[in-house]
């Protein structure tokens, strides 16, 4: 097979027909083999009726659905283990993003031998204050923590080698960073092509304001687990070590200044306190961060989702 394309959605039924439609026009005109992937979110609306509608027009189409909503990284997570075609195309359901553009991704892809190829909106017709403004300063910290240089890190419309999205996890709210989990799995043939950014035709967008904010907490979060997840003790140890350091010499000197200078009251000093903090602080270090992050990474339930019915 081809090519399998991944579009994740919630509450999307006004444009899930066109868009069918447009892809597998697109699949026809240059002989494509494919398959469509659809995963639904927990709509509220009848997104599920019109997909099952859909499939059975045609029949390279397959769907998931979700008991409830949990993000659009379980929806990618789950159409990755489902995909089987040898480039994977992602994209949104809301007709923003235009199939015309899987071609020339996908001769990135197998005549170019990108593993990841991203899309750069460079003209958007998003609101300038709420989403263009917030989301530069985004992907120039991504580029800038990352090393990656890519203009558009959450543009929904990528291709991937089948093998990458195999070997990556997408989990929580880390689609947004999927080259960087591509980069840090040995992927490193990354690029981009500017992709025509359309205008929204139907419904709302779903996402508001505390995306950005969480994306720079993932973003955090995401540098550190694929950097230090290997060799955590590099980073807590570190730490670890300067505090604990700090905290012996105070009460070393603390010590000799009681014992060699007689003077008294050590205790009530702040200085007393602050030494102290710093030990504990430091041995803490070594346990409560690292083992938090590997319980999370290691949790044998990150990945399950309730999948109500599959057709």
Avoid at 25 to 33: D, H, I, P, Q
Avoid at 129 to 140: A, E, G, Q, W
Avoid at 294 to 307: A, E, H, L, Q, T
Wanted: glycine residues 6%; proline residues 3%.
């Amino acid at each position: 097979m081809d090519i399998s394309v991944v579009i994740p959605l919630y509450n999307e039924e006004e444009s899930l027909p066109e868009l069918s439609d447009w892809i597998k026009k697109v699949m026809t005109e240059n002989n494509y083999s494919y398959e469509i992937i659809f995963v639904d979110d927990g709509s509220s609306d009848n997104s599920w009726e019109v997909i099952k509608d859909l499939k059975n027009k045609n029949l390279d189409i397959k769907a998931f659905k979700f008991r409830r909503n949990y993000g659009k990284a379980a929806g990618l997570y789950t159409g990755f283990k489902a995909a089987k075609g040898k480039v994977v195309i992602t994209m949104d359901a809301d007709l923003q993003d235009s199939p015309e553009e899987i071609p020339e991704l996908f001769k990135m892809i197998t005549e170019k031998n990108f593993d990841l190829v991203s899309g750069w909106k460079k003209k958007r017709y998003d609101p300038i204050i709420s989403k263009n403004l917030p989301s530069k300063l985004f992907n120039y910290s991504a580029r800038v923590i990352s090393g990656i240089k890519l203009h558009d890190f959450n543009c929904g419309l990528k291709a991937y080698k089948n093998k990458v999205v195999k070997a990556i996890e997408v989990y929580g709210e880390m689609h947004r960073y999927i080259p960087i989990l591509a980069k840090n799995a040995g992927f490193k043939k990354i690029g981009e092509k500017i992709v025509t950014h359309q205008k929204r035709k139907y419904g709302v967008t779903k996402y508001g304001i505390s995306r950005f904010i969480n994306g720079f907490l993932d973003l955090i979060s995401v540098s550190f687990t694929t950097k230090f997840i290997k060799k955590p003790m590099h980073f807590f140890g570190t730490l670890g070590t300067l505090s604990f350091f700090i905290g012996f010499v105070i009460l070393i000197y603390l010590s000799y200044a009681k014992i060699a200078l007689n003077q008294y009251k050590m205790t009530e000093r702040p200085l007393f306190f602050l030494g102290l903090l710093a030990v504990i602080f430091g041995s803490q270090l070594f346990l409560t961060g690292f083992l938090g992050d590997i319980i999370s990474r290691n949790s044998s339930i990150r990945n399950d989702y309730v999948i109500e019915e599959e057709i």
